[in-house]
């Protein structure tokens, strides 16, 4: 997992760097990350939780790129002059993220259901 983490961390820097400023580059990082876990986890279905690929992927690769820490600190950073859009900020990026968590779990669903049916 050790090498997952340094994984994710560097595509998270390039999406932060590629982006450009803060807080765009964490929420493009977050919302990419809770698709592709959603998707993870759906293509996962059926296999322990613990197993190692599995773990390297989801706590390795994409804990380490989604970041809530960041999140935390831009929305703190957005409240000392722009209240309304710190909240909008927070708010938008909790229902985005889980929007592209649940889209990533259904393209993860339905891939394995057609892993399943392909002979």
């Known amino acids: 997992m050790l090498l997952g983490g340094a994984v994710g961390t560097a595509l998270r820097l ?8 803060s807080p765009w ?5 977050n919302l990419t990350g809770a ?5 993870v986890v759906a293509r996962a279905a059926g296999r ?14 994409l804990g380490a790129y989604t970041t809530f820490s960041a999140l935390a600190v831009e929305i703190l950073g957005l409240l000392d002059g722009a209240s309304a859009a710190a ?3 927070g708010l938008g990026s909790v ?3 889980l929007a592209a968590a649940a889209a990533g779990l ?10 399943r049916v392909t002979p």
Request: proline share 4%.
């Open 14 to 21: 390039a999406v932060v760097a590629g982006v450009g400023a």
């Open 25 to 29: 580059g964490t929420l493009v990082a």
């Open 35 to 39: 698709g592709a876990l959603g998707y």
């Open 48 to 61: 322990p939780a613990t197993s190692p690929a599995t773990a390297l992927l989801t706590t390795g690769v």
């Open 87 to 89: 909240v909008a900020y």
């Open 95 to 97: 229902a985005l993220g």
């Open 106 to 115: 259904v393209a993860g669903r339905r891939r394995a259901e057609r892993a």
